[in-house]
C-alpha cells in the first residue's frame, strides 16, 4: 500500500468520475463490484456453529479447528477493531488495487474530463474580461451601462464554477487517495489541508494559491484563477512541474 495516499473513500472517487462520465478501466468497475459484495460474503461465512463434537478423533477434530479459525477470522471481531478483520483487509486490498488502476490511467481520465473543463474555464474567463471580479455583487451588475451581456456572463457563471469545482475535486482525490502525480513527487498523504495550497499545481503551470482566504467561495476562486487566462487541467506530468516551480518559489520567498 502506498504512503502517499488515503484509499479509504476510493469508492466515492469512482462514483464521481462515473457520474462526470469518465469511462474507467474495466478492473476498476470489477473491483468495485468484488468490494461491494463483501460483506455478504462474509455474512454467508459467519455461522459459527460446530458439529457434534464427541467421539471425534484427532485428525478430525484438528479439522473442526481449521474451519473454525477460518470462520473467526472471517467474522468481524467485537473486540479487535476493524483492522485485523479479514473482511477489512480484503476490502483494503480491493481498495488499493482499485487506486492503482486508477492512477495508472490518471492521464486518460484527465483527457476524458478536460473539454468539459475547458469550455467552463473558456466562460467563466470571459465573464471575467467583461469586468466581472471576484468582488462583484448583484447590485454591481444590476448597475451596469452593460447589464445585459453581464447578467448573461454572471448567470451562467454558476453552472460553469460549479462544474470546475466538481473536476477539480475529481483531479484532488485522484492524487490524495489514488495516487496520481504529483503524490510521490510532493510526498503528501491528504492534499486538506497542508498542501493544498499547491492545488492549483494541477490548473495552472504558475500554480497560484488555492485559497486566498478561508472565505473565499469556489465561483470566487475559479473567477481569480481565469481572470488572466482559462484555467487548464493539466498532464500528470505538468502538475509534477508545476508543483515543483511553486514549492521553489515559495522556498525563494522563505528564504
Do not use: Y
Not at 37 to 53: C, E, K, Y
Not at 180 to 207: H, I, Y
Request: charged share 20%.
Amino acid at each position: 500500500m502506498s504512503t502517499t495516499r488515503d484509499t479509504t473513500s476510493i469508492a466515492g472517487l469512482v462514483e464521481r468520475l462515473d457520474r462526470l462520465g469518465v469511462d474507467l478501466p474495466p478492473e476498476v468497475g470489477v473491483a468495485g463490484a468484488q468490494r461491494s459484495r463483501i460483506h455478504g460474503i462474509r455474512a454467508a461465512q459467519a455461522d459459527l456453529s460446530l458439529p457434534n463434537l464427541i467421539g471425534l478423533d484427532d485428525e478430525a477434530m484438528g479439522a473442526v479447528l481449521r474451519d473454525l479459525a477460518i470462520k473467526q477470522a472471517i467474522r468481524d471481531p467485537d473486540s479487535s477493531g476493524p483492522l485485523s478483520s479479514a473482511t477489512t483487509m480484503l476490502a483494503r486490498a480491493l481498495e488499493d488495487q482499485i487506486a492503482d488502476q486508477l492512477a495508472a490511467a490518471a492521464d486518460e481520465i484527465l483527457d476524458q474530463l478536460r473539454p468539459a473543463f475547458d469550455k467552463s474555464a473558456a466562460a467563466v474567463h470571459a465573464a471575467a474580461e467583461l469586468g466581472i471580479t471576484p468582488s462583484t455583487t448583484d447590485t454591481d451588475i444590476v448597475k451596469a451601462e452593460n447589464v445585459a451581456p453581464l447578467a448573461a456572463a454572471w448567470t451562467s457563471m454558476v453552472g460553469h464554477t460549479a462544474t470546475l469545482q466538481d473536476i477539480a475535486e475529481a483531479r484532488l482525490d485522484l492524487t490524495a487517495m489514488a495516487g496520481a502525480p504529483p503524490a510521490l513527487e510532493a510526498g503528501w498523504l491528504n492534499p486538506f489541508p497542508s498542501v493544498l495550497d499547491k492545488a492549483c499545481s494541477m490548473f495552472s503551470d504558475d500554480a497560484p494559491p488555492w485559497r486566498l482566504n478561508e472565505w473565499e467561495t469556489p465561483w470566487q476562486r475559479w473567477l481569480r484563477l481565469c481572470t488572466t487566462a482559462p484555467a487548464r487541467l493539466l498532464t500528470t506530468t505538468a502538475s509534477v512541474q508545476a508543483w515543483k516551480l511553486a514549492k521553489q518559489r515559495d522556498q525563494r520567498a522563505n528564504s
